[in-house]
């Protein structure tokens, strides 16, 4: 069975000032209003996430005096993916006259993302780029500009041969240690073999200017923030807007939305809280009682291979249709036949994967339904059906010039597409070539 879909209302992003876009962000700081020092430890701030884009927001805040809590799944707070992120972080710092300047990077962005991402928070961006430098090496960050090259092989012999091994493995000493427990071989002696790999699925949650999600007082940073990135991530500015987002954002749209709303004191007695206690107990129980034959990673692993292959950065409409098809009964399959060994009274990395290739079946889904729904090569996706006579990507500007923000309606039902319309004022939308 594959699923369709519904066309909902437009979304607008109405908490963008307008005006001239170098100041809508003092703009928009000038009139939030803020949260009395004193009162600030009054607020109790969840934050889920410690990458990048919540390690900085929980540190900022809680420096402000909020009380802070923070979570994340890992056996670590250190183990966020944030930790792979070895390459470089954009700024608009003008080093040694380099060319750089806020306009630049935010027209860079802008284009970079094949013209997908909202003017006016990819030009605040670019603003607050120069200070997450400055940011970082007062805490003693270490960073460097750019990613690495790419190509099938990435050779260091020659860097070695000029730089000493002391200094590249000062560099990329974490790097080449993952890469050879992975791989068994010795990138100091061997090339690195490397591939272009899909780092990203263009997304996010939809969030306005503030970042604040359709749910009031949920608000969305970092990688999950889809509003910057557009349909392609620049190398490096995956770090320049976890942390932008996490020390400088946040904390100013935050403040404005705590000071506004009277929020009663909530507690674990409260209707929602064991609402949601109950779903997730349930949840679990129901894991636990497929006592199936086939493993999660054997599930997790073919979903994989399904998007990979038919999702990727190449993608068609008979092969998105072919995964619509697999996606539901896949989802099936593991609710009938998955593997959950273990209880639930104690911790259960089997059973915490299970609940999360769960998700990953729901979500699959939707992802391949907005691949096949938007019927454009932009950005980091090439939709074989959308090129040049010459085989370039072509995007549609008059069809997709919009944010796809879809609603989840449940499983097995249609989701709801709401379309937010993409202006650009300041950077107007040409036509990439690839070659
Ligand atoms: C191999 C690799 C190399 C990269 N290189 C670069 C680079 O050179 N330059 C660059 O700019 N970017 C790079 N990136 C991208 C960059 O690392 C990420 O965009 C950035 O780290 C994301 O930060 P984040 O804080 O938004 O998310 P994450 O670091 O993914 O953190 C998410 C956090 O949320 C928590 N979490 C998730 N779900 C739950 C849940 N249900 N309950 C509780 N906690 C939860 C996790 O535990 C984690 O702490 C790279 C990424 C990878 C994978």
């Known amino acids: 069975m594959s699923v369709g ?15 001239p876009i170098e100041e809508r962000w003092d703009e928009r700081r000038f009139t939030a209003k803020l949260v009395n020092p004193a009162n600030r430890r009054k607020h109790r701030v969840l934050v889920v996430g410690t990458g990048l884009a919540g390690g900085s927001a929980g540190a900022t805040l809680a420096e402000q005096g909020y009380h802070v809590v923070q979570f994340c799944f890992q056996d670590s707070p250190r183990r966020a993916h944030s930790v792979a992120a070895q390459g470089g972080i954009n700024a608009a710092k003008n080093y040694r006259n380099d ?4 306009r630049r990077l935010f027209y860079d962005t802008v284009k970079g993302g094949d013209f997908r991402s909202r003017e006016s928070n990819v030009f605040r961006l670019a603003q607050i780029s120069t200070q997450i430098i400055d940011q970082c090496v007062a805490q003693g960050v270490p960073f460097a500009r750019k ?8 050779d260091f012999r020659d860097a070695i041969t000029r730089l000493g091994r002391a200094a590249v493995e000062e560099k990329y000493g974490n790097l080449f240690d993952m890469y050879q427990q992975i791989t068994a071989e010795n990138p100091y002696e061997v090339p ?15 969030v306005d200017y503030d970042l604040q999600s359709n749910v009031p007082g949920l608000y969305v940073i970092g990688e999950a923030n889809f509003s910057d990135h557009g349909a392609n991530r620049l190398g490096a500015s995956a770090l320049m807007q976890g942390l932008a987002d996490g020390y400088f954002v946040l904390p100013s749209t935050l403040a404005d939305y705590l000071a506004r709303n009277p929020l009663p004191a909530v507690d674990p007695a409260h209707e929602a809280v064991r609402q949601a206690e109950s779903e997730v107990g349930d949840r679990i129980s129901r894991l636990l ?4 034959t086939r493993t999660v990673d054997s599930f ?5 291979t399904l998007l990979w292959e038919q999702c990727g950065m190449a993608r068609s409409e008979s092969g998105l249709r072919k995964a619509l098809d697999r996606i539901p009964q896949l989802r099936a399959e593991f609710w009938r036949d998955a593997m959950v060994p273990g209880t639930g009274e104690q911790f259960n990395q089997e059973l915490e994967k299970a609940n999360r290739v769960a998700d990953f079946l729901e979500f699959a889904e939707l992802m391949v339904l907005d691949a096949l ?15 040049t006579p010459d085989g370039e990507a072509q995007r549609d500007d008059e069809g997709f010039s919009h944010v796809s923000a879809w609603e989840f309606t449940g499983v097995g039902a249609d ?14 939308p040409v036509q990439r070539s690839y070659a």
């Open 99 to 102: 060319g750089d300047s806020v």
């Open 289 to 292: 009682s497929i006592k199936g």
């Open 373 to 387: 729904q938007r019927e454009e090569s932009c950005g980091g996706h090439f939709r074989e059906e959308s090129q």
């Open 5 to 19: 879909y519904t066309t909902g209302s437009a979304l607008a992003d109405t908490a963008a000032p307008t005006g």
């Open 415 to 428: 989701p709801v597409l709401h379309e937010e319309q993409l202006e650009f004022e300041y950077v107007h």
């Open 192 to 206: 690195m073999r490397i591939y272009p790999a899909i780092h990203y699925t263009m997304g996010g949650l939809w």
């Open 147 to 154: 990613y690495g090259g790419l190509g099938v092989y990435l």
């Open 300 to 304: 997790h692993r073919e979903l994989g």
